[in-house]
């Protein structure tokens, strides 16, 4: 027998050997029947009180914006200069395509005909608690959809503070700035 054949009967041999046991492997497809549990079916259904890893959001202010079932009026968390830039960040990304830059109302969607927004700084939302903005983030309101599932709550906090901040400074004076930044002001 030549080389070649004996070449040509191993790779026949090895080929025969491949099994598809992982394709042809027992195993159960969602929502299809099951003789193996009482109820027939393969899915089993999740435990009472099961939640799914990292998303026990247990803290009312943090993932809620609430304290006692009302809009808080205060931050889960020290607002810095870093939460700041954060929000701002994100207020720019998220919010000003409608709200615009400085929350006038006047966003890029809006001069293209989308419903106009609120502006920021009328005494109904300078008045609202910060809470009321984490909650119409989380939520929607109207028009607006909720952007829970597009921002964190720590983002959403951090533009509430920045929203707080744009309110501020609509309205702030030169008394506002302390001395020693007011030579930076032309």
């Known amino acids: 027998m030549s080389t070649e054949r004996l070449v040509i009967l191993a790779l026949a041999a090895l080929a025969g050997a491949c099994r598809q ?8 497809i969602p929502l299809r029947e099951s003789t193996f549990f009482t109820d027939a079916r393969s899915a089993r259904p999740l435990l009472e009180g099961t939640i799914a890893r990292g998303h026990l959001h247990d803290d009312e202010l943090l993932y809620g914006g609430k304290v006692n079932g009302r809009d808080a009026t205060m931050f889960p968390f020290r ?13 720019d990304i998220y919010c000003s395509p409608c709200h615009g830059r400085t929350g006038q109302g006047d966003g890029m969607v809006v001069r293209r005909g989308y419903r106009r927004p609120p502006s920021m ?5 300078r008045d609202a608690p910060v809470g009321h903005f984490f909650d119409v983030m989380t939520n929607g309101f109207g028009a607006m ?3 829970a599932a597009q921002i964190k709550a720590e983002d959403r906090w951090a533009i509430a503070a920045y929203v707080r901040a744009l309110q501020l400074s609509e309205h702030a004076t030169v008394a506002d700035v302390p001395v020693s ?3 930076k002001i032309q």
């Open 21 to 28: 046991d992982m394709h042809d492997q027992p195993k159960y």
């Open 79 to 91: 607002v810095d200069a870093a939460v700041m830039a954060r929000g701002r960040e994100r207020f």
């Open 121 to 125: 700084h009328q005494d109904r939302l």
């Open 145 to 147: 959809p909720d952007y």
């Open 181 to 183: 930044e007011r030579d």
